[in-house]
């Protein structure tokens, strides 16, 4: 099992920035995705970002430019900068990696854009 604990979520402006991050634990030999999704009311879970094992990335077109994923393998930890934030970023964020044929979630943190 791997355990992963997101932070970062709060109450933001229009055009400001929030830092996520998540800490994985657990059985975390193996992991090769690391990711970040977000579900707003009323939608479906959708992909923000991804990142594997050798850095390689994608992202939302929502995200792109926007959004930044990193990854720190020693620490287990991935992150997500996003900047220039809008209302309609506002959403559940989980954090998600894939070891093997398994995946895993965080429990979400709320991140809220308005004025």
């Known amino acids: 099992q791997v355990q992963l604990v997101e932070s970062g979520g709060g109450l933001v402006q229009p055009g400001g920035s929030l830092r996520l991050s998540c800490a994985a634990s657990?059985?975390?030999?193996?992991?090769?995705?690391m990711g970040w999704y977000r579900q707003a009311p009323g939608k479906q879970r959708e992909l923000v970002a991804r990142?594997?094992?050798?850095?390689?990335?994608i992202y939302a077109a929502s995200a792109k430019g926007r959004f930044t994923i990193s990854r720190d393998n020693a620490k287990k930890m991935v992150y997500l900068q996003m900047n220039s934030l809008k209302p309609e970023d506002t959403a559940v964020y989980y954090c998600?990696?894939?070891?093997?044929?398994?995946?895993?979630w965080g429990q979400g943190t709320q991140v809220t854009v308005s004025s």
């Open positions: 998600n990696v894939v070891r093997g044929i398994s995946l895993y």
């Open positions: 657990g059985s975390i030999f193996g992991i090769n995705i």
């Open positions: 990142i594997t094992s050798d850095d390689s990335t």
